[in-house]
């Protein structure tokens, strides 16, 4: 029994590491490193509102580069959004691979989110060398590593399930696709991405810490800062979270394979 188990698991890795590799080479068919030019939505995010927030002469709240701080902000909610955006989608595209023995629509969801997060893993990376480079902040180490990684497992499961749920909510109402678009674009005014929410009124911590992209970015940032207030945070929130909508999502994508199967 174990042996068969494992000779599952180990054909879904090839699977999925020959899709990953599939997405790849066709983002780049056309262009090299199109992938990397992909990202220039969350580089010029950054940068545009570093370069209002030093202009304004914003208060650094924490910390001693406020290029760190927009960054550690911006990178959860752009993160979840474009990894969300591509589960929703690739549900609907994976039909030019489903045709192949073995592979399934959730093989190339989670294919093309690993090249999502490769490639975002590897620009926050390289924007912290850079503000390494020229010694603009003594954190760009994280300063708590497990809670980094922590948050960096959990959002992509989080933003997978949510992927998911709205590839169902596409199919059955493509104009979704649209909305969602919308809507995850303004979760950076419900994440707290500009501010610390200990430091905001008490009326506005309660609201915000219903925002599970707010926990999101607290963890984000706490791996940084070693004295970043951390009273709403709740990683047992996120966690919760993220158990409720992957196991929905998973359950949705099921159902919807086997309609496809019949129809």
């Given at each position: ?216 970015v607290a963890l984000c ?7 970043y207030p951390m009273h ?32």
């Amino acid at each position: 029994m174990s042996n068969l188990v494992m000779t599952g698991i180990s054909r879904q890795m090839r699977i999925v590491s020959a899709l990953t590799i599939r997405e790849v080479r066709l983002r780049n068919s056309k262009h090299a490193f199109k992938q990397l030019f992909d990202l220039g939505e969350m580089l010029f995010a950054i940068v545009i509102h570093w370069g209002i927030f030093e202009f304004t002469h914003h208060k650094l709240l924490i910390g001693d580069s406020l290029l760190l701080f927009i960054m550690t902000g911006l990178f959860p909610v752009l993160y979840f959004r474009i990894i969300s955006m591509r589960a929703a989608t690739a549900i609907d595209a994976s039909r030019a691979v489903t045709i192949i023995p073995y592979i399934e629509a959730i093989d190339y969801a989670i294919a093309r989110c690993f090249v999502e997060f490769l490639a975002f893993t590897m620009i926050f990376i390289m924007m912290l060398a850079m503000i390494g480079l020229f010694g603009t902040s003594r954190f760009i180490f994280p300063y708590r590593p497990f809670a980094f990684i922590e948050f960096l497992i959990l959002i992509s499961l989080f933003a997978f399930g949510i992927g998911l749920i709205n590839a169902f909510l596409i199919y059955l109402v493509p104009i979704w696709r649209i909305a969602w678009s919308l809507i995850a674009r303004v979760q950076i005014f419900f994440a707290a991405v500009f501010y610390i929410p200990e430091y905001m009124n008490e009326h506005m911590r309660y609201y915000l810490s219903f925002s599970p992209i707010m926990h999101f970015v607290a963890l984000c940032r706490s791996a940084f800062y070693p004295t970043y207030p951390m009273h709403l945070l709740s990683v047992n929130y996120i966690l919760g979270w993220t158990a409720a909508v992957m196991m929905l999502g998973l359950a949705i994508e099921r159902a919807l394979r086997n309609y496809r199967a019949a129809n």
